[in-house]
C-alpha cells in the first residue's frame, strides 16, 4: 500500500513555473514508476509524465515535453514535476500515482487526491 500527498500547486500567470511535489508514505515506494496526470474540468483524466523506479527513464505527453521535467528522490519518498511556460489550457487537477511503467490511468495503482493547478491568461 502506498499513500500519495500533492503539493505545490496554485494560481500562476502565462508564461510562469510551478513546481508540484508528492510525497509518498508506506512499502516499496522506489519500486514503482512514479506518474503524473491531469483533469481539466469537463475533461479525462491525461497522461503528463512518468518516471521509472531507478531515474533513468521518463517519459512525457507530447503537449509538455522542453517544459515539464519530472524527477524523483528515491531516499525521501518524493516525486517532483517542474513546470515551466504554462498555459492557461493546463489548468486541471494534478495528480501523482504511482504503478508500473506506462502512460495509460491502468497503469497506476495507487493515486494521490490531487492538487489543483490554475494558469490564469
Known amino acids: 500500500q502506498v499513500q500519495l500527498v500533492e503539493s505545490g500547486g496554485g494560481l500562476v500567470e502565462a508564461g510562469g513555473s510551478l513546481r508540484l511535489s508528492c510525497a509518498a508514505s508506506?512499502?516499496?515506494?522506489?519500486?514503482?514508476?512514479m506518474g503524473w496526470f491531469r483533469q481539466a474540468p469537463g475533461k479525462e483524466r491525461e497522461f503528463v509524465a512518468a518516471?521509472?523506479?531507478?531515474?533513468?527513464?521518463?517519459d512525457y505527453a507530447d503537449s509538455v515535453k522542453g517544459r515539464f521535467t519530472i524527477s524523483r528522490d528515491n531516499a525521501k519518498n518524493t516525486v517532483a514535476l517542474q513546470m515551466n511556460s504554462l498555459k492557461p489550457k493546463e489548468t486541471a487537477v494534478y495528480y501523482c500515482a504511482a504503478g508500473r511503467w506506462g502512460a495509460s490511468r491502468s497503469d497506476y495503482k495507487y493515486w494521490g487526491q490531487g492538487t489543483q493547478v490554475t494558469v490564469s491568461s
Open positions: 518516471i521509472i523506479w531507478t531515474g533513468g527513464r521518463t
Open positions: 508506506g512499502r516499496a515506494f522506489s519500486s514503482y514508476t
